[in-house]
């Protein structure tokens, strides 16, 4: 690993010093010079394949220990948002969101980044997605996270049951398209006709449930924060998206996030899914048994012709952290060209963290480890819908499955619960929306000024 100024300059430090850092935890040392550093983040598979791999790439060349926290997602947001709310110090890094970045960074409570970019010309900022750069920026426009990965969404089908039925997927489908043959595959070989997320959760139902509203024409609310869940518009799509599920969806599906439904996909009993694009790497893998059986097209839309969303698990430095220079080395590392090239010469390419850089998709070995979905996968990433104008008219908020406010967060969940209710035919859709209206409704008095 080629190091950057910064890292230079910390090994010249400490050899010229001969400081001997002891026990564990956070150290003061100026200029930058070796540090335990203390990273917080959700327990995903690319955050276990990076801890595996940091002692012998970052800490044997940089000196700097990491400190990993690895923690369920529901709960290292808990943990995230307290951390930073108070700015403990606690934790030097910590994998954020794309929904977070900009709130945590409008409170202070990230260190902004540009400046180590500008001093850092390994890093190739670049060479990072655009989009991607422009989610993890604040509302000064300064940069406050680096994206470690990034993923959009597509439709995964299965071609063996699509060609069984005389089947053809459409290149770029619309939402009726993909109803109808939901429709005709649905029980062939016994496989559901679509899987979709159910279970409630702001990041599991709403996320590809708010692509259905944005491209059915919905939106959230108007842009003076008048709530419009029970718009004609919003009303359509969350019908679609209920009907379709338990129409032609997998049982128990208000029950099923985004892992209950990937497994399901990768033991043969889905015909197709709509879902990340990050999951590809799993459908094709060794042991799957779809592997090499399943096609992958655009987002479905309706009214919109872009209809994916966009998302990242990004590295941010807390303002409070006492090691910022060292917490940029880290970072620097673990969302570079150069760790992804480790990640693909040691454990494959199909590992290799991605929809984050540009380079990653000109690489021929990737291009032929992920023939089955690249193309796909950086269609996504390059050509998402507008997190500003994800829909159809203006809006007050961005984000495409996610609003980016601080109340999302609660108001997103409680209006889930609504949802997956209505998919459990517990609650007609009509009721479900009379009550997420006043919720949201109540979510927004304060930007009414009231």
Same mark, same amino acid.
């Given at each position: ?6 890292? $230079? ?36 598979? $690319? ?202 969806? $997998? ?115 990737? $291009? ?83």
């Amino acid at each position: 690993m080629k190091r950057s100024r910064l890292a $230079q300059m910390a090994m010249a430090a400490t050899a010229v010093l001969g400081l001997v850092l002891a026990g564990c935890g956070d150290t003061d040392q100026p200029g930058g010079e070796q540090a335990d550093l203390k990273v917080l983040a959700m327990d995903a598979s $690319q955050v276990q394949t990076l801890k595996k791999l940091t002692k012998e790439h970052f800490t044997a060349e940089t000196g700097i220990t990491v400190d990993y926290t690895l923690l369920p997602e529901n709960e290292a947001r808990e943990r995230m948002n307290r951390e930073f709310a108070t700015q403990a110090g606690n934790y030097d890094v910590a994998s954020l969101s794309a929904y977070e970045v900009p709130i945590y960074a409008d409170n202070g409570w990230l260190a902004p980044l540009d400046s180590y970019v500008k001093a850092d010309e390994d890093f190739d900022q670049g060479d990072v997605f655009p989009n991607l750069v422009s989610s993890l920026t604040g509302e000064d426009g300064k940069v406050y996270a680096e994206p470690f990965y990034g993923e959009g969404s597509f439709l995964m089908y299965r071609k063996d049951l699509f060609r069984k039925d005389g089947l053809t997927m459409p290149p770029n489908p619309t939402w009726e398209q993909v109803a109808d043959l939901a429709a005709q595959v649905d029980g062939t070989d016994g496989a559901s006709g679509i899987c979709l997320r159910g279970l409630p959760g702001w990041g599991q139902n709403l996320a590809p449930l708010n692509t259905v509203v944005n491209t059915f024409g919905g939106a959230w609310y108007d842009m003076d924060w008048n709530a419009r869940l029970t718009s004609p518009e919003f009303k359509k799509a969350v019908a679609f998206y209920v009907d379709l599920l338990r129409s032609h969806g $997998q049982p128990g599906a208000e029950r099923m996030g985004v892992l209950e439904i990937l497994d399901r996909f990768v033991a043969g009993k889905c015909a197709m899914m709509y879902d990340a694009t990050s999951l590809a790497s799993s459908i094709e893998a060794d042991g799957s048994s779809v592997k090499g059986k399943v096609g992958y097209v655009p987002a479905p839309h309706d009214r919109t012709d872009k209809a994916g969303w966009l998302w990242t698990w990004a590295w941010g430095i807390q303002q409070a952290s006492d090691n910022k220079d060292a917490a940029w080395e880290f970072i620097s590392w673990a969302s570079s060209k150069e760790y992804q090239e480790q990640v693909g010469q040691e454990l494959g390419w199909t590992s290799a963290p991605a929809g984050n850089r540009k380079s990653l998709y000109a690489n021929p070995e990737y $291009q032929q480890a992920a023939g089955a979905w690249y193309r796909q996968e950086y269609r996504a990433a390059t050509d998402s819908a507008d997190p500003k104008s994800p829909g159809v008219g203006p809006r007050p908020y961005t984000g495409i499955g996610f609003l980016g406010i601080p109340e999302f967060a609660v108001l997103g969940t409680a209006v889930s619960q609504q949802i997956a209710s209505a998919i459990a035919g517990q609650q007609s859709v009509d009721t479900a929306l009379d009550k997420a209206q006043d919720l949201a409704q109540a979510a927004a008095a304060k930007y009414r000024g009231e």
